[in-house]
């Protein structure tokens, strides 16, 4: 196993990373983690525990700026972290070359999707059973209940299960599907992430597999991250670390994938 201090430096850059572009990072921090030597279903928990503390602290950035909508975030948030939990839960019924696989799979879907181009494209309110229309301000989204109720218990299924975020089908979710800009959706994302990850945690924790040698001072430099990330991410463009988001997570999901079949 890789020596403590480094796979600690590991997760702060990986938590300035993920919060800007509101993806979370659970799918790097659990890559880093198994290949520094970390069992996966520790890692799969002690992911969960990272995610929770830089989701909170970029939360807490976002909040002040107003970059969030607390409407889609207990939306998004309370489906995906109720499904969270039953993924964590259950993940101990799996052995560690099935969640290896499930995980470099999810990885893969993931990195295709945030390739394509989104457009954000405000949609027209709607009477119809199943569509939900909130109004915050000058901004207008649609939740199309149909699409986002299962796609997102699924998302919070398999994050929990296998100790990642979600964030990389949620955030595509809100802004396609429901007109949400950009940077509204990464500051949901976030906070939306941090109830995900702690359900998901509490699911993992309750079958063991929390090291707090790890997972506290992984958790102290995330909340750090968190902070930096959520600052850089007000200055800057979310969609220029989409692209680059999208071919890291893939070659994160070959690297998994490999591991897993190599038997390590």
Known sequence: MFPTILVVLIIFFLSVVMVMSGRGGGNFYVIALVLSGVPIHTASTTSQFILLSSALSGALIFGKARTLSWPLVFFFGGLNSLMAFVGGFEAHRF????????????????????????????????????????????????????????????????????????????????VVGCGVPMRTAVGTATAML??????????????????PALAIPCGVVAIVGGLLGGKIALQTKPKKLKTISGILTMIAAMIMMGNALAGN
């Open 194 to 211: 941090g109830a995900t990850a702690f359900t998901g945690f509490a699911g993992h924790a309750l079958h063991g597999g929390f090291d």
């Open 95 to 174: 052995s560690g070359l099935a969640l290896k696989i499930v995980l470099s799979v999810v990885l893969g879907i993931a990195g295709v999707s945030m390739l394509f181009p989104e457009k954000e494209a405000p949609k027209p309110a709607t009477s119809r059973f199943g569509y939900w229309n909130i109004a915050e301000g000058e901004s207008r989204y649609v939740i199309n209940l149909w699409l986002a109720v299962p796609l997102t218990l699924a998302t919070g299924l398999f994050s929990g299960m296998v100790g990642i975020s979600g964030g990389s089908f949620l955030i595509p979710l809100m």
